[in-house]
T-cell receptor, first 121, second 112 residues
């Protein structure tokens, strides 16, 4: 299957700082990437959808000025949590899909990254 | 608005048992449905994907069925093993969208 990586895998930061999380598709071109947030013992909640070269589409209730998403290339999307606070502590997971099918990957499958554990003190 | 629910929330079984995990969804106009496995503190691993036109998919000891009209899918695990212990998530992609709506998950523990 396709490989999606996230960096860092774990980050601890002080309240008020900004944290950037990277999501990379390693062996295919990801036309679309999705960012999810998972609270402890809860399911994944979609935060936003990002298409390469365009602005991200945020789900209702997600602050776009707080969670900045950039998808500048077909293999990289970044999520920046600005002015992080303890309530932003969570497990953030990205997924990537090639909806064009040109990478030879299934257009129906989302390939998930390993996740990033963010702890804000 | 699509809502996905999984029952039971948690399950503990002895090794060797066959078991069934349930997933229900409110909008039957789906494009496909996926079952995932998540180990503690880890990302997701896709197990099975069922297209809306399919009734079931099989992979090894896993079998997933889909009944769109009733808004249900089941994941059958045969001869469970301790290594099957994980959280199992189902996710539904509604027709006309690219995004998946995830269920609440079933935490499975298989005892040796």
């Amino acid at each position: 299957g396709a490989v999606v990586s996230q960096h860092p895998s774990r980050v601890i930061c002080k309240s008020g700082t900004s944290v950037k999380i990277e999501c990379r598709s390693l062996d295919f071109q990801a036309t679309t990437m999705f960012w999810y947030r998972q609270f402890p013992k809860k399911s994944l909640m979609l935060m936003a959808t990002s298409n390469e070269g365009s602005k991200a589409t945020y789900e209702q209730g997600v602050e776009k000025d707080k969670f900045l998403i950039n998808h500048a290339s077909l293999t990289l999307s970044t999520l920046t949590v600005t002015s992080a606070h303890p309530e932003d502590s969570s497990f953030y997971i990205c997924s990537a899909t090639d909806f064009t099918g040109t990478s030879g990957k299934s257009t129906d499958t989302q390939y998930f990254g390993p996740g990033t554990r963010l702890t804000v003190l | 608005k699509q809502e996905v629910t999984q029952i039971p929330a948690a399950l503990s079984v002895p090794e060797g048992e066959n078991l069934v995990l349930n997933c229900s969804f409110t909008d039957s106009a789906i494009y496909n449905l996926q079952w995932f496995r998540q180990d503690p503190g880890k990302g997701l691993t896709s197990l099975l994907l069922i297209q809306s036109s399919q009734r079931e998919q099989t992979s090894g000891r896993l079998n997933a069925s889909l009944d769109k009209s009733s808004g249900r899918s089941t994941l059958y695990i045969a001869a469970s093993q301790p290594g099957d212990s994980a959280t199992y998530l189902c996710a539904v992609r509604t027709s006309g969208t690219y995004k998946y709506i995830f269920g609440t998950g079933t935490r499975l523990k298989v005892l040796a």
